[in-house]
């Protein structure tokens, strides 16, 4: 079981920045691959940006690519997604997942994650 839980959610206008961090349970959190997923009103959930075991490789949807980026740090069991250059659009609820596999590529599927942080909001005003 691996539990999670996110952070650093807000308000803040368009241009700006903002840094989510997601807290995991459990003693195995580096053998996980880890995701950041967002769900805007009236749609469905859609990656953003995912993280190998190790750190080594990381994808992230077109949409952000240039302007997030996704890290980890095995020794905090924590994984965090900066946000530069947010964009209206980018308002939604941000969610952390875990998803364990030793595929060297980060797994962008969003059916391949079990685990599931409980979610923080992200307001872009413009």
């Known amino acids: 079981q691996v539990q999670l839980v996110e952070s650093g959610g807000g308000l803040v206008q368009a241009g700006g920045s903002l840094s989510l961090s997601c807290a995991a349970s459990?003693?195995?959190?580096?053998?996980?691959?880890m995701g950041w997923f967002r769900q805007a009103p009236g749609k469905e959930r859609e990656f953003v940006a995912a993280?190998?075991?190790?750190?080594?490789?990381?994808n992230y949807a077109d949409s952000v690519k240039g302007r997030f980026t996704i890290s980890r740090d095995n020794t905090k069991n924590t994984v965090y997604l900066q946000m530069n250059s947010l964009k209206p659009e980018d308002t939604a609820v941000y969610y952390c997942a875990a998803c364990y596999s030793t595929a060297a590529v980060a797994v962008t599927e969003t059916r391949r994650y079990a685990y599931w942080g409980q979610g923080t909001q992200v307001t872009v005003s413009s």
């Open positions: 993280i190998g075991w190790s750190a080594s490789s990381t």
């Open positions: 459990g003693r195995t959190f580096s053998s996980y691959h």
